[in-house]
């Protein structure tokens, strides 16, 4: 089955700099790559996608970068806000079941610290 | 619409006891699934369905049982409780198209004493 591997585990800036997280997976047939935010206490909420058709989405300070040859995908936050601080999590899929939805695979999460 | 409704919020549980998860949604959507959130491990897939009548498991489904009998609906069963099912339920579900998002319940936090 997938496996995708996510880095670093925790990560500090100082608000207004960049922060990156970086995901790798390991089956070749994925083809959607969702973003998900999770605030402490909270549900995840998806963020941002991108499917293997395309190398880079952007939304506003948000984008996400593909490489399928190298099988890894990333998160880029730009102007880090402290409502930025949350975990990150990756995932991967092969797309559309029969019948319909994404069988995701998370990776371990990236705990982000914006910090004033 | 209220989305996806878990119940209940908080449970607690001796060894060997059973419980059901409720998970519920209203947005006519055919894919739900079951999560398990610990730290340090990310999501891990339980159980999941493509429709009412049909289930199919997930990364980590032993000890856990489920059924689809109507759309709305996708409750989760524990049949003899074990301490390493301490845990963060999360039931989500989506609409099945390609780039439809997962969408997440509040979640469900069991502890197994």
């Known amino acids: 089955g997938e496996n995708v591997e996510q880095h670093p585990s925790t990560l500090s800036v100082q608000e207004g700099d960049s922060a990156v997280i970086k995901c790798t997976y390991s089956d070749s047939a994925s083809n959607y790559f969702p973003w998900y935010k999770q605030e402490l206490g909270k549900r995840p909420q998806l963020i941002i996608d991108?499917?293997?058709?395309?190398g880079e989405k952007k939304d506003q300070r948000i984008a996400v970068t593909l490489n399928k040859t190298a099988k890894h995908f990333s998160l880029h936050i730009t102007e880090t806000q402290p409502e930025d601080s949350a975990v990150y999590f990756c995932?991967?899929?092969?797309?559309?079941?029969?019948?319909?939805?994404?069988?995701?695979?998370f990776g371990t999460g990236t705990q982000l610290k914006v910090e004033l | 619409n209220a989305g996806v409704t878990q119940t209940p919020k908080f449970q607690v549980l001796k060894t060997g006891q059973s419980m059901t998860l409720q998970c519920a949604q209203d947005m006519n959507h055919e894919y739900m699934s079951w999560y398990r959130q610990d730290p340090g491990m990310g999501l891990r897939l339980i159980h999941y369905s493509v429709g009412a009548g049909i289930t199919d498991q997930g990364e980590v489904p032993n000890g856990y049982n489920v059924s689809r009998s109507t759309t709305e609906d996708f409750p989760l069963r524990l049949l003899s409780a074990a301490p390493s099912q301490t845990s963060v339920y999360f039931c989500a579900s989506s609409n099945g198209g390609g780039n439809s998002p997962l969408h997440f319940g509040n979640g469900t936090r069991l502890t197994v004493t």
């Open positions: 995932a991967a899929s092969r797309g559309v079941l029969t019948g319909g939805g994404n069988k995701l695979t």
């Open positions: 991108i499917r293997s058709n395309v």
